[in-house]
């Protein structure tokens, strides 16, 4: 079954957002074995949502369509999508209670433009909004649905999980999705190192997807049935895993940082975080995780020289012999913080973000991460790019991974 | 001139990444002057491209399209494109002396498969890659253009910039936009305050644009020459200003964090944070600016109880007596922060982020963030929503927008 998604609204076509419920609902869509081959955009004009139905109900048998079902009056989905199925509005007096009650519940009197929310297509059915204002509804015609649903994310995703998703769920085909997450290895070196593409194919297609920080490998299996898609994805992961084993930190969803979590949490161990350059980046995914105060003691944004001999102890000469951004001052910046939060690791980050504050012999994108644990420290050299926010994230990353391989060693040797 | 722009790649149609390289685009040519219609996006398959290349030629005068020009198996847009404008392709000994330039500069030998990025389309013409290796090109055919870019973000935005929007500046329409950047009040309520929408609907086009912790006002001003554009725009940027001056942080590109680095800047003050709840975000989105160590001394991420009585200051007592989440801790966070790093400003936060962790007195969302100067010190009371990231930017925001009033308040005072 061949999905449209198809986004409503002028701050996507004019590139002031970007379009998340067109990749959300692609990710889940395809998820439940849908074919999503197109995703449309336009913006707030009845001439151009309408030519954009007719295309969409020419090539696909189901339309999701997102956006301008708001309260204001650059909102036009609803009326355009009534006048294209040829429906008049019915008042639907549930709705407005519930919009009241909305409002109510958060102490502010409910704004008068609210109440045409509750007019509905007549012949459309409408599909609940649990989380907000704005109802959703769907038509059927000519054996196509066409959904429509509001652009807040949050209510579109919860009416999707509610409604839209099982009404979808049983004109999916068997398929089998997973995505192998590399670091440290580029994307060219990967596909070289495959020594028979060809055959690898021949089990799932396959895709190089980069990254900040590392490249994906997605695999897609597609059989008759569900236990040979299986069977054909396994094989699949068997071969790449013994082949980057290296490389591979986690699978699917999980982050660099789901990982490392996971290994906190299975091997009751601790850690606290001095961060220079990564300005609190660090100590913000490493408490992205819900419970993560079980592993997660204390993060210091050592951003000043008087911070890091203040509270980590970093001596003055290290910082004037070898300067802040240094091996030595990364490795004292993770001893110390281990220190004095008696946690079993430490871990800090000083470099160059730029894309000023560079010399020739210190230059923007040099970074060190430093590591400490009870047997010792040391310090890693990296040499990123010139973009602020990109370096920030690289150097994140390397000093996750450091955390990953010494938690990997822990465990293997306590197996 | 009516623009389509054109991503290829199933990464993007099973939503494995977000577009941003069509809002990247749609937000330059739109600020060019141009008239971006549509947005799509098909998956790598030559059918598909075909197909999308034939409508966008059909309703578009230029057509950008980004991805599938990278070195593996599953970059077919080259050879589609070629076939389409009825090309063969030569080879440009040039472009593989700087493949093979780029690689060494980075210690690497260039694997053989980058060697097929140096055939090129005869008809078309070549767009240079100033930092990667693949090379773009664009054709022109009965008065369209076509232009194909890679899918790496820097590489098609550094392209973009040398190349694709100086060719595309002089068909741009005298337009004008302006963005303001609202916090603290609902989009309907600023619908309602406005007295008389139809009016300023004659200057400008409104859109109400919520986001995380806000909501941004889009204005467009159109007119038969630049001068009358201005005019327009501006009667309508005053209107507001007057009308939520309490409201507008910003304007345009301007985060929030950008307005409070400006402001520190400019009265020379300095800050320190203690963060709980957010877990480092707040230090984290102080130092994206560059040269934030002008104003950004330390940050505290005091995750447990024992880091924010070390480190901070925060007696056993008021821990024990009010808990770490709630008014009084959040003020000796603040003070102790400030104390400790000799500042003008201590920042701080504490708060259930959720999704677990709350409790009928203290639910998921609520938030105290804690504000102190040499005068005093203060904490503010929050309630957000279930979500854990959210709920960090939330708080991250409410912190930013006092410490923003409160340099507002300094600089009226000094004035």
Redesign the interface.
């Known amino acids: 079954m061949q999905v449209e998604i198809l986004?409503i609204g002028?701050?996507?076509?004019?590139?002031?957002?970007?379009?998340?419920n067109?990749?959300?609902?692609?990710?889940?869509l395809?998820a439940l074995g849908l074919d999503?081959?197109?995703?449309?955009?336009?913006?707030?004009q009845a001439s151009?949502l309408r030519a954009a139905l007719d295309?969409a109900l020419t090539r696909a048998q189901v339309v999701i369509a997102t956006g301008g079902l708001?309260?204001?009056?650059?909102d036009i989905t609803k009326k355009v999508a009534a006048e294209y199925f040829n429906s008049s509005f019915v008042f639907v007096p549930e709705i407005l209670q519930k919009i009241k009650a909305a409002f109510e519940a958060r102490g502010?009197p409910m704004?008068?433009?609210?109440e045409d929310q509750a007019m509905v297509p007549e012949k459309a059915r409408i599909i609940e909004n649990p989380v907000g204002s704005a109802p959703g509804f769907w038509f059927e015609k000519d054996g196509k649905k066409c959904f429509f649903l509001p652009g807040?994310p949050?209510e579109m995703k919860a009416m999707c999980e509610q409604t839209v998703f099982p009404l979808l769920k049983s004109y999916g085909q068997p398929r089998r999705?997973k995505?192998i997450r590399t670091i440290g290895i580029?994307?060219?070196?990967l596909?070289?190192q495959i020594d028979n593409?060809k055959n690898l194919?021949r089990l799932v297609?396959?895709?190089?997807?980069?990254?900040s920080g590392g490249v994906?490998i997605?695999l897609i299996a597609t059989a008759e049935n569900e236990e040979e898609c299986e069977r054909k994805l396994n094989q699949a992961v068997q071969y790449l895993q013994q082949k980057f084993s290296k490389n591979i930190y986690g699978y699917d969803e999980q982050e660099l940082e789901d990982v490392v979590a996971q290994l906190l949490f299975q091997l009751k161990k601790t850690v606290a975080?001095a961060?220079s350059c990564?300005?609190?980046?660090?100590?913000?995914?490493?408490?992205?995780i819900?419970?993560?105060?079980d592993y997660?003691?204390?993060?210091?944004?050592?951003?000043?020289n008087?911070?890091k001999m203040?509270?980590l102890g970093v001596r003055a000469e290290t910082l004037q012999k070898f300067g802040a951004v240094s091996e030595q001052t990364a490795v004292e910046m993770a001893q110390g913080v281990r220190k004095?939060?008696r946690t079993d690791f430490g871990l800090s980050t000083t470099g160059i973000?730029?894309?000023?504050?560079g010399t020739p012999e210190k230059p923007v994108g040099l970074v060190y991460v430093g590591f400490a644990d009870a047997h010792g420290a040391y310090a890693k050299r990296y040499h990123f790019f010139k973009?602020?926010?990109l370096n920030?994230n690289r150097a994140v990353m390397a000093a996750l991974n450091i955390l990953r391989k010494e938690l990997l060693k822990l465990r293997h040797n306590t197996d």
């Open positions: 986004t002028d701050e996507i076509i004019t590139g002031h957002i970007d379009n998340t067109a990749s959300y609902l692609a990710r889940q395809t999503v081959k197109w995703l449309t955009a336009v913006g707030d151009d295309l708001g309260p204001t009056h650059d502010r704004p008068k433009v609210n807040v949050a999705e995505i580029p994307e060219s070196t596909f070289e593409f194919e297609k396959i895709a190089f997807l980069p990254r994906d997605r975080v961060e990564t300005g609190g980046l660090l100590a913000h995914k490493l408490t992205n819900s419970g993560s105060s997660f003691e204390r993060g210091v944004v050592s951003y000043s008087q911070a203040d509270i004095i939060s973000a730029g894309p000023t504050g973009d602020r926010l920030k």
